[in-house]
């Protein structure tokens, strides 16, 4: 299991590489060894915490964590992840970004995040939710929604609790990434029944004419 400041070095290494050029997602992880799933995630998830959808970026994300999930769930050691995934390069600016929005985002986490409820966090059973949440999450992501806002936002929120509770060895951001899952799966239902109604509605006012 990687610590807090082994992730927080990391990323800083990160942007020391990426000062000749730009360093790709696969030439970072594989500086990572033998690091695990969270550890990956965590990492991989930051760009898509904003608001704004990211069209097939946000696309192909779901679907790298979506098999994240499923390695996790058939008990994978090594993640893998796609080549068009692998193959994302981020420059030196960028790769400062996602250092200073981990930072603000984990020391938030880290304050309410302790070990507690390891029943739910640690070993198959820790490991079999992590795979769903990841799983599920990434299915949600992979969605293609165009513009939707916060298409990419809420599912990585589940993500992001999930590897704080791994990484902290705490059940309760187990639960509340599967809270997020839940607003998630009830935000997208809500966008396609209201496209069903107001398709139906549109379809009943052009017979009219």
């Not at 060894?33 to 994300?61: K, S, W």
Request: overall charge neutral; some cysteine.
């Amino acid at each position: 299991m990687c610590d807090y400041a082994n992730l927080v070095k990391t990323l800083h290494q990160f942007a020391e590489k990426a000062k000749d050029k730009p360093l790709t997602v696969g030439e970072a992880l594989d500086s990572l060894d033998e690091a695990g799933y969270a550890f990956i995630c965590i990492i991989l998830v930051l760009p898509f915490l904003q608001p704004i959808p990211l069209g097939p970026f946000t696309v192909l994300g779901g679907v790298a964590f979506a098999t994240l999930g499923w390695q996790l769930l058939h008990s994978h050691e090594s993640p893998i992840l796609p080549k068009q995934i692998l193959a994302i390069e981020f420059n030196e600016g960028t790769w400062k970004m996602l250092v200073k929005v981990c930072l603000e985002i984990l020391g938030l986490c880290r304050k309410i995040s302790k070990p507690r409820y390891p029943f739910i966090a640690e070993g198959i059973r820790g490991q079999r939710m992590g795979g769903f949440i990841l799983l599920a999450a990434g299915g949600l992501m992979a969605i293609p929604f165009g513009v939707l806002p916060f298409n990419n936002f809420l599912p990585s929120l589940a993500i992001l609790f999930y590897c704080i509770g791994e990484l902290e060895d705490d059940g309760l951001m187990y639960i509340i990434a599967l809270f997020w899952l839940i607003i998630t799966t009830i935000y997208f239902s809500a966008f396609f029944f209201a496209l069903w109604y107001f398709g139906e509605k549109a379809l009943a006012f052009f017979k009219v004419f």
